[in-house]
């Protein structure tokens, strides 16, 4: 589709599971505008995080390809993707993968480090914490953290290096409503203030509705809402 920023092209995925294939992905289509926030749903095992692992050059597809912002990533060498990456991903995951050893300040000024991305933006850092709540725990290790607060640091890590796109797997899985909206709601401003492309992967009905337009999943598959038990009510 002409002025895709991300384009998923007949992907394929197979795992082999002792000695049976699993289809995880079965020709999957779709493109995402630029700026666009797209909430990916679907049950567990419906392919969702393989997708995800696709998109973000993590995994190699068997079939089909992944054009980001004009790169084909099956073109790309290991070495190529991973700089793809730190430019232009932003990567939240459900486990928080934090440094235990680095307080919550130093876990978010890591990632720069880690991109080479120039000299840390004092400002940008600011509002970013600020604006999750997190001004006055930047001082705490992860283990002095609540699950909340470690999710609003990996938040902050992942937008600090201003990505391009922001992929989010289940970022709300483990939360509370009250942190869930703090960390969808940024999620939302990211996408409305700061420009990116969000495309979050989740199993909730209610964080979806964040999105500007939601891609239903099933048995590897996009499927029409109205076919997704889950959603066929909504």
Do not use: C
């Amino acid at each position: 589709m002409a002025g895709a920023f991300i384009e998923a092209r007949d992907l394929r995925k197979t795992y082999l599971v002792g000695k049976i294939e699993v289809e995880a992905l079965r020709g999957i289509s779709f493109s995402v505008q630029k700026g666009e926030f797209v909430s990916v749903v679907g049950p567990s095992g419906s392919g969702k995080s393989t997708l995800f692992y696709l998109l973000g050059g993590l995994t190699r597809a068997d079939g089909g390809s992944v054009v980001l912002d004009g790169e084909d990533l099956a073109k790309l060498s290991d070495a190529e993707r991973t700089r793809m990456r730190k430019r232009k991903i932003g990567f939240v995951f459900q486990k928080f993968n934090l440094l235990p050893t680095l307080d919550a300040r130093s876990n978010i000024e890591v990632a720069r480090e880690i991109s080479g991305n120039g000299r840390p933006d004092p400002e940008h850092f600011n509002r970013i914490t600020d604006l999750l709540g997190l001004t006055k725990r930047l001082g705490h290790r992860p283990s002095e953290l609540s699950g909340g607060e470690q999710q609003r640091v990996a938040l902050a890590r992942a937008l600090i290096n201003r990505p391009t796109v922001v992929l989010a797997d289940e970022p709300t899985g483990n939360l509370d409503s009250k942190n869930s909206d703090i960390v969808l709601g940024m999620l939302r401003l990211s996408n409305q203030e700061l420009g990116q492309t969000v495309l979050m992967i989740t199993h909730n009905p209610e964080a979806a509705k964040y999105g500007d337009r939601i891609i239903h999943m099933r048995d590897g598959q996009i499927v029409r809402p109205e076919d997704d038990p889950q959603w066929g009510s909504h």
